[in-house]
């Protein structure tokens, strides 16, 4: 499996990339270390002090003298000998341990990915919060607004054949295309998708998604088609880590499905389960995404996702998607959520899109997830302000809207800075001062998006595509 991914770490004897062994503790074993990507932020020439406690650091991790001698060659002031002579007059009572080399690192711009992929952790070094501390530091962002959190654990899940990973799938590419997920505001940025089963229809569903939405562009989404070991083999983690950290500010990933991560492992066993939940966090921790897992019900759908209780706990988010016998209706429903209002409850179809012919000219079908009438019906009357603000932006956007696949897909869209001024030259703000007109244009916008009568994102307003409010 590891040939699948280029294995990302290598060990040797004599350079930086080392095997550390168990510290003196000998609490738990400090894992591969690629030490040399650390050091290469750390300049050798920069002080004696700092020299000194990177030996004293690389000391203390249980490192060989000949990492520190190594790295110390790169400096003019290298003295032939003096790494030996100060490594053999170090003790473990200096102070100095690896969470300083970090810090040194950290400084000097070192990646937080570098750092976290390598695991290093002394068994010894814990943070402690002031009530303060945790007051100021920031505050956890949406990733899909109201509902998903940035650098969460997500659990998706429902019986088979429910349209499971068509939602997950709709979800991300409206990530990667920042465009709102049903009328939630999304946080735009890259998506990988480990498909362990195979991804056998992917393209179909690629190629659905994309003619349902008139993209043009492509949009940065990444998958993986074969199965990792997320159970008993953490090095199959870390390897996915790298491929993840190399593509570079992905913000969502999906495991499709756990079962088949779990690599054999016993669903309801704790030790199995922790495992899989452990490497979900060394992913998220290395690479600040959320991690959404697919996985199923068991024999009772009402028991909720099979397996050990321990995944329900872990889960910042819990969604359960059900489908209609008989139909194409599928429901999603908030099942648990950390810090979010949970039973809330969306309606969708799966709805056929041809993609295209087989070798006999048959045509062959994927499906798209589009909201349904159900949830058309929940969406509130407008004021008579709202009301003349939607038909002035409706009139204004199909005058000087242009189409910005990247944005609308296949719909004209216009500037925000462009509907406020049209909204401020319809005299619908009815403002004292110019500068309260262009604030309640702002408002007014919201108050638009949050009634799904229009879309917005990346600094454009575009038309709701749903066709029984576009009148």
């Known amino acids: 499996m590891l040939n699948e991914l280029n294995d990302v770490v290598e060990i040797s004897t004599v350079d930086f990339n080392v095997a550390a062994p168990r510290n003196k503790l000998d609490t738990f074993p400090l894992p591969t270390l690629e030490i040399g990507k650390v050091l290469n932020w750390i300049d050798p020439s920069s002080n004696y002090k700092d020299w000194l406690e990177t030996g004293m650091a690389l000391h203390a991790g249980g490192y060989p003298v000949e990492v520190w001698d190594t790295w110390s060659k790169r400096s003019d002031k290298y003295v032939e ?63 899909v607004k109201g509902l998903i959190d940035e650098n969460s654990f997500v659990l998706l899940y429902g019986a088979s054949n429910t349209g499971k990973s068509f939602v997950a799938l709709d979800i991300a590419l409206a990530i990667t295309v920042g465009k709102q997920w049903c009328s939630r505001k999304v946080e735009q940025g890259k998506a990988v998708y480990v498909a362990a089963e195979g991804g056998s ?59 088949r991560l779990l690599a054999g492992g016993n669903e309801n066993s704790p030790d199995a389960m922790g495992a899989f939940i452990k490497n979900c966090d060394l992913i998220r921790e290395a690479t600040g995404a959320t991690v959404m897992a697919i996985h199923h019900t068991g024999k009772d759908d009402g028991r909720g996702a099979r397996g050990h209780s321990s995944l329900r706990a872990a889960a910042d988010t819990e969604i359960e998607v059900k489908k209609a016998k008989g139909t194409q209706q599928i429901t999603v429903e908030v099942t648990k959520q950390r810090d979010y209002e949970t039973g809330q409850k969306m309606t969708f179809d799966l709805q056929s899109i041809e993609v295209g012919k087989d070798e006999d000219g048959f045509p062959i079908y994927s499906c798209i997830v589009a909201p349904n009438n159900e949830n058309r019906k929940q969406t509130k009357e407008l004021t008579p302000q709202q009301r003349l603000a939607f038909e002035i932006l409706k009139i204004t956007i199909e005058k000087n809207g242009v189409i ?24 619908i703000t009815k403002a004292a001062k110019p500068g309260d007109a262009k604030s309640r244009a702002t408002a007014i916008i919201k108050e638009l998006v949050l009634l799904e009568r229009i879309e917005c994102a990346a600094e454009f307003v575009w038309i709701s595509d749903k066709p029984d409010i576009l009148g």
């Open 81 to 143: 000998g003096e790494t030996l002579q100060k490594w053999q007059s170090f003790t473990s009572d200096h102070g100095i341990t690896m969470g300083t080399l970090i810090f040194k690192a950290r400084k000097a711009g070192c990646p937080k990915s570098d750092l976290i992929l390598s695991s290093i952790k002394d068994s010894c070094e814990l943070t402690l919060f002031t009530w303060e501390e945790l007051i100021n530091r920031p505050k956890k962002k949406s990733l």
């Open 201 to 259: 229809g992917l393209i179909d569903r690629l190629t659905a998604y994309r003619s349902h939405h008139g993209l043009v562009k492509l949009p940065p989404i990444s998958f993986l088609t074969v199965g990792i070991d997320m159970c008993q083999d953490q090095n199959e983690t870390k390897a996915l880590i790298k491929k993840i950290n190399e593509i570079g500010e992905v913000r969502f990933i999906i495991l499709d499905t756990l079962s």
């Open 404 to 427: 910005q696949p990247e944005a609308g897909g296949n719909q004209k869209v216009l500037s925000t800075s462009e509907c406020k001024d049209a909204l401020i030259r319809g005299n």
